[in-house]
């Protein structure tokens, strides 16, 4: 699993060769899940976690096809891009498409972790600060933050994309978690 992100990351580092789309990512909806609600793979220890829905003009699952790319959701701390930290599942659900307002619109969600408290240390590839060496810990639960969310996705070729950034406001978490 840690492969395939870092494949997928790495790719998308080198300049010139990432296209910046889709650049009309937004969030649908945010949602707590508990650990008795099976949702596609998640890890059974997870315990509850926040199912994130977004959508795009785009549709990324034929994109993806028709340039061999593969695609994961990141998320990191808005005020701390630069340290890393275990927030999102990397896997993007396709939910359906549906037709608003006279536009086509795909319709997508991925998982995020409420916490992280074990300490693990971040392999090199995937440093996003020199001198950090495990991941960053908390729990959004007590102590919420503004996320930020981007889709990115890429091949061995060095060929990639990457989606506008949005952001979840802490305010939209606390909300989310206290429902």
């Known amino acids: ?3 395939r992100i870092i ?3 790495s790719c998308c580092t080198v300049a010139g060769c990432v296209s910046n789309f889709p ?3 937004k969030i649908v909806e945010i949602e707590e899940i508990h650990s008795d609600t099976k949702n596609f793979d998640l890890p059974d220890d997870m315990g509850s976690a926040l199912k ?3 959508s795009t003009r785009q549709d990324l699952n034929s994109y993806i096809s028709d340039n ?3 695609m994961a959701s990141t998320a990191y701390f808005c005020n701390r891009p630069e340290m890393s ?4 599942l990397p896997k993007v659900y396709f939910l359906g498409k549906s037709n608003e ?3 086509d619109r795909y319709f997508y969600e991925s998982y995020w972790r409420i916490e992280w408290s074990r300490s693990l240390e971040v392999p090199n590839a995937l440093k996003k600060a020199k001198d950090q060496s495990h991941y960053i810990l908390y729990d959004l639960s007590v102590d919420p933050e503004d996320i930020c969310l981007q889709v990115k996705g890429g091949n061995v070729t060095g060929r990639g994309f990457q989606s506008n950034v949005v952001t979840v406001s802490k305010d ?3 909300k989310a978690i206290s429902k």
């Open 7 to 9: 494949l997928v990351l």
């Open 1 to 3: 699993m840690f492969t």
């Open 101 to 103: 307002e006279g536009e």
């Open 172 to 174: 939209k978490l606390v």
């Open 68 to 70: 061999s790319f593969n």
């Open 85 to 88: 930290a275990v927030i999102s």
């Open 52 to 54: 994130v829905e977004f």
């Open 23 to 25: 650049n009309d990512l």
